[in-house]
């Protein structure tokens, strides 16, 4: 999968540094773990699926991975299980539970929530065109108007320096399927016709809400963070110094290169909606939480959020499903799982749901890995993911309460 962002906000990408000078970065940070049952660090040591549920295996053995990677892990990390709190492990310098991080791609959860929540509410169709919100073009009137169907040699392929492609819906944008590219310059492929990760087209659906809505971007997430009480998220615009004038809480984001230090990352009105929202990790694990229950949308909007409509390829084993809206969807094993993660110079970010068990993970982090090595960046998201997967399979297997 194309990570299309990277490019644009890195500065450069050096030298990998040497595990030891990693390590002694990290060694002034903290770290904490604590279960549901106390304030006690969990003890990393082998016992059986009979003496432990699933859960309480699943913490130990994250704890586990957290503690022995050879990568270096700077963030917050909430495993929760019908919504409660059940493991949560803060390490890295001035990282507590409170910490906020920059989401990276999981504000395209957010953003494809709020767009649902317009649907419901009336104020758009899924399958109008971009154009028809943000210019209000007659042309936009034709809801039949569908880059699936549309034939390759409608006049409405004529390049039109002053509109996006005629045939780009939103539902194409959700999915990352519209192909669409800059003002004036001609799609990337035909509408609908194929997958291809794009954060500018979620920046066009932020667009779209502030024009529906008729507040900026930013004033919506502030509104639906009050609304549901989702304390911690928020939609910030500048630099991170700067935020961070406004919101102690937020994480320095690090960038790893020849030494570790401070990103150079500004957020701006067109990153907010594909990867610039801001939450600490109890925040977002809040809205997946309520998300996932069906608090907030209607039961035909979230079918639609977690439908496939498109294959993907992606770094993870086992994930040749698809994407819904701001999701990613797995099934295989007969594991329904619903994933999404971020990078951004600075930040890293992972979700995990699992409907069948009412299982949350959310990791954040405010240390991006050297993106020389993909395989190695997502190496502990991977690890924990699987960790997760064998452990709800085998209470499947054995058909045991996790």
Not at 247 to 264: C, F, K
Not at 327 to 356: A, F, Q
């Amino acid at each position: 999968m194309r990570l299309s962002v990277i490019s644009t906000l890195l500065t450069g990408l050096l030298l990998f540094p040497s595990a030891n000078s990693i390590a002694a970065l990290l060694e002034t940070g903290t770290e904490k773990a604590q279960s549901v049952q106390g304030d006690k660090s969990i003890a990393v040591e082998s016992q059986t699926a009979s003496s432990v549920s699933k859960v309480a295996e699943i913490k130990i053995l994250i704890q586990a991975a957290i503690k022995d990677s050879p990568q270096p892990f700077s963030g917050s990390v909430i495993l929760l299980e019908q919504g409660k709190s059940q493991f949560e492990l803060q390490k890295g310098e001035g990282i507590s539970q409170d910490s906020r991080f920059v989401m990276a791609s999981l504000s395209k959860q957010i953003t494809a929530t709020l767009i649902l929540q317009a649907l419901d509410a009336g104020k758009l169709d899924l399958n109008q065109t971009l154009n028809h919100y943000l210019f209000g073009d007659a042309k936009g009137d034709n809801k039949a108007l569908k880059g699936t169907v549309a034939g390759t040699n409608s006049s409405a392929n004529a390049l039109n320096p002053s509109r996006y492609d005629e045939r780009i819906t939103l539902h194409q944008l959700l999915t990352h399927t519209s192909g669409v590219d800059k003002l004036g310059k001609a799609n990337r492929f035909e509408p609908g016709s194929q997958f291809e990760y794009s954060n500018f087209g979620y920046s066009l659906l932020g667009q779209v809400l502030e024009k529906v809505n008729h507040q900026s971007f930013a004033e919506q997430v502030a509104q639906f963070a009050t609304r549901y009480q989702f304390n911690g998220l928020s939609a910030e615009l500048g630099s991170i110094e700067a935020i961070r004038a406004k919101v102690p809480s937020l994480a320095i984001g690090l960038q790893e290169s020849e030494v570790i230090a401070p990103a150079d990352l500004v957020l701006d009105e067109a990153l907010l909606p594909a990867g610039g929202l801001i939450a600490s990790a109890p925040a977002y694990a809040a809205f997946q939480y309520l998300l996932h229950s069906g608090k907030l949308m209607s039961a035909e909007s979230y079918q639609r959020m977690t439908t496939a409509y498109t294959e993907i390829q992606f770094l993870w084993p086992n994930m040749r499903y698809g994407y819904g809206y701001g999701v990613r969807i797995n099934k295989d094993d007969g594991l329904v799982e619903y994933s999404h993660t971020g990078y951004l110079s600075g930040y890293m970010s992972m979700t995990l749901h699992y409907p069948e068990f009412n299982l949350d993970l959310v990791m954040l982090e405010n240390l991006s890995l050297n993106l020389n090595d993909r395989t190695r960046v997502f190496e502990l998201h991977n690890q924990i993911r699987q960790i997760i997967r064998s452990q709800l399979l085998l209470a499947k297997a054995s058909n045991v309460k996790p």
